[in-house]
Each structure stands twice: as C-alpha cells, then as structure tokens.
C-alpha cells in the first residue's frame, strides 16, 4: 500500500456504481494537483470493469508516476459499528487527499481492531473530523449534520450523495463542530462508498444501543437507488 500518491476507490455491483462521476472528479483532480492527467486513463479503465458481480477496484497514482487499477473482489458491506476516539492530533500528512495516508490509516485501525470497527480521528480543538476510512454525519432532531467544509477532511463522494438525498426529501443539513461527548446523545452514521451508511451503536466501551429509531435503513435504499451503470 505504500507509495501510493493518490487512491480512489468504489463499489461496484452488478455494473452499477453510484456516485462515479465524484469519484472520477476527485482522483481526477487530485492526480492534476501533482501534475498528472489521468482523465483518459480512468475513462478507459472505467470500460474495463466487469459488468456482473461485486467488486471494489482502487484506482492508484503511484510515487513512481505510474498509474495503475486493483481489481479486487467487495468484501461484505457492514452494518452497525462500535467506534473508538483515536488519542491525540489527527496524524494524517494530507487529509484533503485519499492516498497519501493510507498505509498510516490502516495501522491506526488495526491497533484498535481489538476494541472498535473504526477509530475516529479529531481536529485540535478536540472537535470530531471523521474516521479513518469513513466519513461522519449526525442527526439533531431533524437536521442532518456534518462536520464544517473548512476542517482538513477528505471530500467524501458519500456524504455529498446523502446531501443531494436531503435536497431532494427537502431535510436540512447543517456543518457543525461537535465533539464526540456531543456525539453520543445523537443518531452518528459512518459513510464511505463500500458500506454507504453504517450506523454507530457504540463508543469505546459504551453499552450497544440497538438504534430501534434509527433512520439508516431508509437513507442507505435512497443510496442504493444513485447507483448508476457504468
């Protein structure tokens, strides 16, 4: 995973992907941001992928300049999930940019693999970013929230699907700085383009909350009906 400069990665079923042209935009765009043009290599490797089964390819720019696509079979979408509070700053070196950190990532991860799913990761004013593979959002009473757009966060193809979803059922949708005391008396969802929403039923070594109201099921159908074929 090392020497990765830029990544990008999505579900592919069946043939269908939602949110593609994100995905193309941000790797895309972050390749041009170093000094690649990868728009003519994605858009011939995007034809390439196969139009039946489960799959979750990671388009690369490696440190080398070398473009390259990973095949690689979906593992299975998750569902709810315990997440821990990753202890001091946010260590990634490019937080704007999915690559880079990869590798730091999934060390962090693994390191609390024994007591949570994910592990989330805060800005230094103790306030919450996101975690380390997935995005975050909230609900307060009816609004749904997010972390503010200024904070060094990822752009997550994820949370900009579900802001459309709210544009369109009319829901609004607010940025907020919240920490993860703030958190835990709220509906938390992580996001990213393999599970789409999962829900958070637990932090750290908090009693599960079996979530009976819990508005995720809706959400991840109004998901699953963006996927568009390749």
């Not at 000094?35 to 994605?42: L, Y």
């Not at 979803?165 to 703030?182: F, L």
Request: proline share 8%; net charge negative.
């Amino acid at each position: 995973m090392s020497g990765v400069q830029v990544a990008d990665s999505f579900l592919v079923a069946n043939g269908k992907v939602r949110g593609i042209e994100l995905h193309r935009d941000r790797f895309v765009g972050s390749c041009a941001a170093v000094g690649v043009d990868a728009s003519a290599f994605w858009d011939e490797q995007i034809g390439r992928l196969p139009g039946f089964g489960r799959w979750f390819p990671r388009f690369e720019l490696r440190t080398s300049g070398e473009l390259a696509v990973q095949l690689r079979p979906a593992p299975p979408t998750g569902g709810r999930v315990r997440v821990v509070v990753h202890e001091g700053p946010d260590p990634r070196t490019a937080p704007r940019v999915k690559g880079p950190d990869l590798e730091l990532l999934g060390k962090l991860r693994e390191a609390a693999s024994h007591r949570a799913d994910e592990i989330v990761l805060l800005d230094q004013d103790g306030t919450v970013l996101e975690a380390a593979y997935s995005a975050i959002a909230w609900w307060e009473d009816d609004t749904l929230c997010f972390p503010p757009a200024d904070r060094p966060l990822l752009p997550s193809v994820t949370a900009r699907l579900l802001r459309r979803i709210a544009t369109t059922h009319g829901v609004d949708t607010a940025e907020r700085a919240r920490t993860p005391a703030d958190l835990q008396s709220h509906e938390v969802w992580l996001l990213n383009a393999l599970h789409g929403i999962r829900p958070v039923h637990a932090w750290s070594d908090s009693a599960i909350d079996p979530l009976p109201n819990s508005q995720s099921t809706t959400w991840q159908h109004h998901l699953t009906t963006l996927a568009q074929p390749l």
